[in-house]
């Protein structure tokens, strides 16, 4: 049973957005937020955009997804060891 909400429509929504608005050179990572109220989506999201950049997760979005077994460590770290500038990160987080 999931522990918290989440539309893989919305995901894949927001994730081809974030494609578009970057594509078309007038945005960059860094000038895009990415807001979400359940846990189970920001962890959706950030399954689905960190196969197309680094995301930057706060440590505590970071730390209840892993206390809830939302996210995997693995993926959980991938942000804080890439050794990119968080300007450059995609921020994906809870309201």
Same mark, same amino acid.
């Given at each position: 049973?999931?522990?918290?909400?989440?539309?893989?429509?919305?995901?894949?929504?927001?994730?081809?957005?974030?494609?578009?608005?970057?594509?078309?050179?007038?945005?960059?990572?860094?000038?895009?937020?990415?807001?979400?109220?359940?846990?189970?989506?920001?962890? $959706?999201?950030?399954?689905?955009?960190?196969?197309?950049?680094?995301?930057?997760?706060? =440590?505590? =979005? +970071?730390?209840?997804?892993?206390?809830? =077994?939302?996210?995997?460590?693995?993926? $959980?770290?991938?942000?804080? +060891? $890439?050794?990119?500038?968080?300007? =450059?990160?995609? +921020?994906? $987080?809870?309201?």
């Amino acid at each position: 049973m999931s522990k918290s909400c989440s539309n893989e429509f919305e995901v894949e929504m927001v994730a081809g957005l974030v494609e578009y608005l970057v594509a078309g050179n007038e945005y960059n990572l860094n000038d895009i937020a990415i807001l979400t109220p359940y846990n189970g989506q920001l962890a $959706a999201l950030t399954r689905r955009l960190s196969s197309i950049c680094y995301i930057w997760l706060s =440590d505590k =979005d +970071r730390d209840t997804l892993l206390r809830n =077994d939302l996210l995997s460590q693995e993926l $959980a770290v991938a942000g804080m +060891r $890439a050794r990119v500038s968080v300007l =450059d990160m995609l +921020r994906v $987080a809870t309201v």
